[in-house]
C-alpha cells in the first residue's frame, strides 16, 4: 500500500518565479491538506482540498493557490516567489470524517 | 487564539534514561490531539490521537496521556533510535474547522 507521495523532492527556484508541486494521497484517502514548514518550525496550514474544492485555508496570501483532481491527487501553485518561501512543503491525506492525517516526505523549496 | 506550547524545546537522554514530553494546549473544543514523529528533512510520522481527558494510547516505548490542558508523551527506557523531533497538534471542534495547529516540537536526542 503506497502512501502518501511527493514530487519533486527537490526545488530550486529564483525570486519571481513560479513553482508547482504534486501529491498523491495514500490509497483510498480522498481529502489532501497542503502545510510549509520553515526550518525548526512546526507546520503551518496553507489549505485543504475535499471534492476538487478547498475547503478550509490558513493566513496565506492568495500567490498560494491549489487544485484537486478526480482521482484526489493535488497539486500546489505559488507564484511570484519570495525568498521567504524557502521551506519544506508538505502534503497530508486523510479519509473524510477521520481526523488523523498522513504525511508525504515533502518537497524541499528553495528560492534564490 | 487556538494555541500549542511544546517543552522542553530540546531534550538530551542517555539510553534507558525515561522521561516526558509536554504538549500543553488552548483550544475553543478540542476534537483531537495529535502526535507526530520528525525525522530530519523527512515527513511527519502519524503516532497517536487522543479525543477526551483521561484517555491513554501505547506504541512500544512510547505512551501518550491526555488532560484537559496538556499532554505527556512518555518515553520509556528510550533507544538512539528514538532520536527526532515530537511534534503535537491539535484540532479544534468548531463547525467545518479542518486545520491542524502545531506546536514547535521537541528535540529529542538518545545518546547511546
Known amino acids: 500500500d503506497a502512501g502518501v507521495t511527493q514530487s519533486p523532492t527537490h526545488l530550486i527556484k529564483t525570486r519571481g518565479q513560479q513553482v508547482t508541486l504534486r501529491c498523491s494521497p495514500k490509497?483510498?484517502?480522498?481529502?489532501v491538506s497542503w502545510y510549509q514548514q520553515a526550518l525548526g518550525q512546526g507546520p503551518q496550514f496553507i489549505f485543504q482540498?475535499?471534492?476538487?474544492?478547498?475547503?478550509q485555508r490558513g493566513n496565506f496570501p492568495d500567490r498560494f493557490s491549489g487544485h484537486q483532481f478526480p482521482n484526489y491527487s493535488s497539486e500546489l501553485n505559488v507564484n511570484a516567489l519570495l525568498l521567504g518561501d524557502s521551506a519544506l512543503y508538505l502534503c497530508?491525506?486523510?479519509?473524510?470524517?477521520?481526523?488523523?492525517?498522513?504525511f508525504g516526505p515533502g518537497t524541499r523549496l528553495t528560492v534564490l | 487564539e487556538d494555541q500549542v506550547t511544546q517543552s522542553p524545546e530540546a531534550l538530551r537522554l542517555q539510553e534507558g534514561e525515561s522521561s516526558s514530553l509536554n504538549c500543553s494546549y488552548t483550544?475553543?473544543?478540542?476534537?483531537?490531539l495529535f502526535w507526530y514523529r520528525q525525522d530530519p528533512g523527512k515527513g511527519p510520522e502519524f503516532l497517536f490521537t487522543?479525543?477526551?481527558?483521561?484517555e491513554e494510547k501505547e506504541k512500544e516505548r512510547l505512551k501518550a496521556t491526555l488532560t484537559k490542558k496538556e499532554s505527556f508523551l512518555h518515553i520509556t527506557a528510550p533507544k538512539p533510535e528514538d532520536s527526532a523531533t515530537y511534534l503535537c497538534?491539535?484540532?479544534?471542534?468548531?463547525?467545518?474547522?479542518?486545520?491542524?495547529?502545531w506546536g514547535l516540537g521537541t528535540s529529542l536526542a538518545v545518546n547511546p
Open positions: 497538534a491539535v484540532q479544534a471542534n468548531a463547525g467545518n474547522n479542518r486545520k491542524l495547529i
Open positions: 482540498y475535499y471534492e476538487e474544492e478547498e475547503r
Open positions: 490509497s483510498g484517502h480522498d481529502t
Open positions: 497530508a491525506s486523510s479519509r473524510q470524517g477521520v481526523n488523523e492525517q498522513f
Open positions: 487522543l479525543y477526551s481527558a483521561g
Open positions: 483550544v475553543s473544543g478540542l476534537r483531537g
